[in-house]
């Protein structure tokens, strides 16, 4: 019912008025967009999510953008089964599932639009009474993770914090119920940068049964903030008031940071195999240079090139430009602490955003 009625709502659309192109929407609000447009997904986009449908509806007051923060995996299977317009991930579909996958709201033979529209660092968060900052590097916290560690006073926390007073108190590592681009995230850096420590493939369910389950990212938020010696993981934007890990790069430890998780997409590559308005990076898990912070998030608006309903690509498409905007960008980096898009691939990604209609 839920599924059908968000099919019904998303499709409630009328084309934009007579005489606006949709390229000029931008930043000077010259769109002009009627009806409703419906998306779900990634959590972790929920404070920029606010931002953007915020900025766009005052440009185009007769347009509601809705998104449902129900989490990565649920916003790819609704996106996918039509029950929404477009999805947001905190990863990228997999080659093999866009192969496979016969998305509903898409025309026959339609290609896949995948822009990275939030970038934020994962940050690795605790509750200890009168820390607010450890250095801990890759192996420790996989140690952790997989309960292999379980004090925090531990020789290999301790080796990493001199001078900082370490309680005798047991770790309850805390990770996501549900389906997340986070987990993946989290869970690919600690199989690349850890691999003998954490020797599971990187996966959005969590893959071991350790520990405590929280859902979503408010879940997780309020399971490790209202727990002691708790620690999990969550999008930084939610971090505030929480203990937070420097994870050890080289040779320096590197605090987390819109800046610093910037630095490491500037480094990485889009996979191979992808196709032209296919924006799907392969992070750089390990880097050398110096402030760049490697627990990162891309996190992507989804969107099919060719809609069924031709109303349903354009406001999509319009939607989709003014969150590359400079304007929504910086929306976000106020609103969410995410880092705003390069210029480099601000430019590639509003090439891949034309191609919906």
């Known amino acids: ?188 850096y600690l199989s690349v940068a850890a691999p003998d420590a954490w020797p599971h493939e990187p996966d959005g369910v969590w893959p071991i049964t350790n520990g405590e389950a929280a859902p979503q990212t408010s879940g997780m938020v309020a399971a490790v903030r209202n727990g002691v010696g708790t620690i999990g993981y969550v999008d930084a934007s939610r971090a505030q008031g929480l203990g937070a890990v420097a994870v050890k790069v080289a040779d320096e430890f590197v605090p987390y940071s819109a800046e610093a998780a910037a630095a490491v997409v500037d480094v990485s590559k889009v996979e191979p195999g992808r196709g032209p308005a296919d924006l799907a990076f392969d992070l750089d898990r390990t880097p050398s240079a110096s402030g760049v912070y490697p627990i990162v998030l891309i996190s992507y608006l989804i969107a099919c090139q060719e809609y069924r309903e031709p109303a349903i690509g354009e406001l999509t498409r319009g939607f989709f430009e003014y969150v590359i905007s400079d304007e929504a960008q910086r929306a976000a980096q106020e609103h969410a602490g995410s880092a705003p898009m390069s210029a480099s691939l601000q430019q590639r990604a509003a090439e891949a955003v034309a191609t919906i209609h």
């Open 1 to 188: 019912m839920r599924r059908a009625l968000l099919v019904t709502t998303a499709m409630i659309l009328v084309l934009p008025l007579g005489g606006c192109a949709v390229n000029e929407l931008g930043l000077e609000g010259k769109g002009e967009y009627h009806g409703t447009l419906v998306g779900s997904g990634a959590s972790s986009q929920q404070a920029a999510q606010e931002a953007w449908i915020a900025g766009f509806q005052s440009a185009n007051a007769d347009a509601t953008i809705e998104y449902d923060p129900s989490g990565s995996g649920a916003g790819r299977d609704s996106f996918i089964a039509g029950g929404s317009m477009f999805a947001g991930s905190d990863r990228a579909l997999h080659i093999d599932e866009i192969e496979s996958s016969h998305f509903a709201a898409c025309a026959e033979g339609s290609g896949i639009v995948e822009v990275p529209a939030y970038i934020s660092p994962i940050a690795v968060v605790f509750t200890l009474e009168g820390i607010d900052r450890l250095d801990l590097d890759a192996t420790t916290i996989a140690r952790i993770f997989s309960g292999e560690i379980t004090r925090w006073n531990a020789e290999p926390i301790a080796a990493s914090n001199p001078g900082v007073d370490l309680p005798d108190l047991a770790i309850t590592p805390v990770h996501r119920a549900d389906d997340s681009g986070v987990t993946e995230n989290f869970t690919e």
